[in-house]
């Protein structure tokens, strides 16, 4: 199953080409729900469900910028 059920995460399209962040978000990332390569940043939809929610990719990035949807929760986003 690929596609997230729980959890979805969403990089505003302002700051998904960046490429420092792109690497910053794949480094913290415990579950690898972040892709960098030479494009900016991409999510690996597979690992959605397995976001743990510990908030480093929101501490990680400008705010606003990454948006950690519960989809469980009717869209709650996740607080900095
Ligand atoms: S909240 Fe944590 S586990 Fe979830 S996407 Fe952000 S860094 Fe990854």
Known sequence: MSEA???NVEVDASV???LTLARKLEE???VDIFAADE???SIVTENLDECVLC???LHA???GAVR???LYDDGA???A
Do not use: M, N, R, T
């Open 28 to 30: 913290v990332c415990p």
């Open 5 to 7: 059920l729980f959890i």
């Open 61 to 63: 990035s400008p705010p």
């Open 39 to 41: 494009f900016g940043v």
């Open 16 to 18: 998904a080409g960046d």
């Open 68 to 70: 950690v949807i519960k």
């Open 55 to 57: 908030g480093l990719c």
């Open 77 to 79: 986003l996740l607080a």
